[in-house]
Each structure stands twice: as structure tokens, then as C-alpha cells.
């Protein structure tokens, strides 16, 4: 809920002014303002007809638009973000993307030349627009700028990405608890710590990778927390894949390795967050 409008994502909203954020009450205010409810004609349905319709601002959304732009073809793009690049690439402010660190970051560079190559191809670009709902013949209803668009492509590419899959335990919602993702997008857009002392716990590399940049810009990581288990023998097969599939990022991964243990991270496998308490001096983590 925000400044008492229910229904709000906070995390996607943009911050103009001071605002209220809170908690909504479930099942929510039963009886909300009449302009909530006040129906607004809108006469028929406009479809918009395009050749090829895109959904998803990141690597694989722009790369797809732009090879299929170069190629000829009618392209629109949609991102329910203000700005494209998705996780992968995501950028930063524009007040900070000349800064050292945005020039200097490989994926904010590629995230760069893909938002340039669409725009130079033609690729019509539609932010802030979120798919709620779809239908046969790949209609698709788009929320924009106030209003809903019904686009009808041809030729329809979801490439919404992935997201992390929060795990629900005892003190997940406390303030100062939050994905690796949010963490990456406050540091990587904002240039501002989560935290100054922080454990990172859950599944992948892409842990690695996030607690390796906060530790890098002054974070102190206490530990990360890795739920499977360290990779051994048995692993063999399942790496000679990971080669197969993309020799770069499994090199990426050892590397990322080897940097957490040259800054002396704890690196603990086969141990999971249980639970979560608020303390006076901030958090504790039970693993």
C-alpha cells in the first residue's frame, strides 16, 4: 500500500516524493474511495497490429528484437521497467551511467550496445508496460501509460527472464531482508550498499557474483550460504555440461570462487537459512 492506495508493487514504483509505505491489511480495504471503482469508457478495443512482438527488456528480449529488426522486420518491445537491461545487464541511473564504475562494468557496456543496436534498428520501445493478460492468436492485453494497449502480433517472443524464488521462513518480511537480485539492483543502478555487514543465503553462482561486488565496494560478507553441496568427483559430469553449454560462464564461476576465497568469505556448502530475528544491533541469521 502506498500513500493508502491498495494494491501497489513498492518495488516498482517510482520514488518522486516522500511517500508512505505500509503493509496491506488482507483481505485488503473493503470499502475503497469511489474514484477506485469509477468506470471510465473506453469504446472498443484498438488492436494494434504488429509483425513481431517482444516481450521482455533483457539480454535475450533485446538481442531477439534486434536480429529480427536487422532482418526486416516490424519489432515492438515491451519492459515493465523504466529502463531496459534486465538483470543481466541492468543499468544503472542515468546520473551515474558515465560514472568510472558503470564504464568499467562489462555487463552495463553489453546492456549498452544491445539498447543501441535496437534503437538503431528500428525497434520500437514500450516501458513501464506490464502484460495482464493473454489470449488465443497471441492477443495480448499491455498496461501503459494509463491505459491498457491490445496488441495482436504476428510472431509473439516472451523472454521474461527469471527471478528468485524467495524461500518463506520465520522473519523473512523484517526490514532489511531481501533478494539477491534487490541487492544487485540497489548496488548496480543506485550505487548503494544493502548493508554493511551481510550474509548472503541460498542457491546458485549468482550468489557468488553479487557478494563478490557488495564485498568489493566495502560490504562486509559474513558468510554465504550455499544449499547444495561443494562439488567433488561426483560432479564431473555435470561440469563437462556446464562446459559444453557455456565454457565462459562455468570459467566465470571458478573465478568467482577463487575471489571469495582469496578475500577470506566463508563459503558454507550444504547449510540453509532457517530462520531470521531482529536484534538491536540488526539481524541474526540461523543457519
Not at 63 to 85: H, T
Not at 134 to 144: I, K, N, T
Not at 152 to 167: F, M
Not at 269 to 277: E, K, N, R
Amino acid at each position: 500500500e502506498i500513500d493508502g492506495q491498495p494494491n501497489q508493487r513498492a518495488c516498482m514504483a517510482k520514488v518522486e516524493h516522500s511517500v508512505k509505505v505500509r503493509r496491506q491489511e488482507f483481505p485488503g480495504n473493503l470499502n475503497p474511495p469511489p474514484e477506485y471503482n469509477q468506470e471510465t469508457p473506453v469504446g472498443e478495443p484498438h488492436f494494434e497490429s504488429v509483425e513481431l512482438l517482444v516481450v521482455g527488456g533483457g539480454i535475450g528480449g533485446m538481442s531477439a528484437a534486434a536480429a529480427a529488426a536487422e532482418a526486416g522486420a516490424n519489432v515492438v518491445l515491451l519492459d515493465e521497467r523504466p529502463q531496459l537491461g534486465g538483470q543481466f545487464c541492468k543499468q544503472p541511473t542515468p546520473f551515474l551511467l558515465s560514472s568510472t564504475n558503470a564504464i568499467a562494468d562489462g555487463q552495463v557496456r553489453l546492456g549498452q550496445n544491445l539498447i543501441k543496436r535496437i534503437l538503431d534498428a528500428g525497434v520500437e520501445v514500450v516501458t513501464e508496460a506490464q502484460v495482464w493478460g493473454g489470449f488465443p492468436q497471441r492477443d495480448l492485453l499491455v498496461a501503459s501509460g494509463g491505459r491498457t494497449r491490445f496488441f495482436r502480433p504476428d510472431h509473439l517472443i516472451v523472454a521474461t527472464g527469471a527471478y528468485e524464488r524467495g524461500l518463506p521462513l520465520p522473519g523473512w518480511t523484517l526490514p532489511g531482508v531481501i533478494t539477491t537480485g534487490a541487492a544487485q539492483t540497489l548496488f548496480r543502478s543506485y550505487r548503494t550498499l544493502p548493508g554493511k555487514r551481510i550474509l548472503v543465503a541460498g542457491n546458485g553462482p549468482f550468489n557468488l557474483q553479487v557478494a563478490l561486488e557488495l564485498a568489493e565496494a566495502g560490504a562486509t560478507i559474513v558468510a554465504i550460504a550455499e544449499s547444495s553441496s561443494k562439488p567433488d568427483l561426483r560432479s564431473l559430469g555435470a561440469l563437462y555440461d556446464m562446459f559444453l553449454g557455456s565454457s565462459r560462464l562455468l570459467f566465470d564461476g571458478v573465478r568467482y570462487t577463487l575471489a571469495i576465497k582469496q578475500k577470506k568469505i566463508p563459503l558454507l556448502y550444504d547449510h540453509q537459512l532457517i530462520s531470521i530475528d531482529q536484534t538491536p544491533g540488526g539481524l541474526r541469521g540461523q543457519l
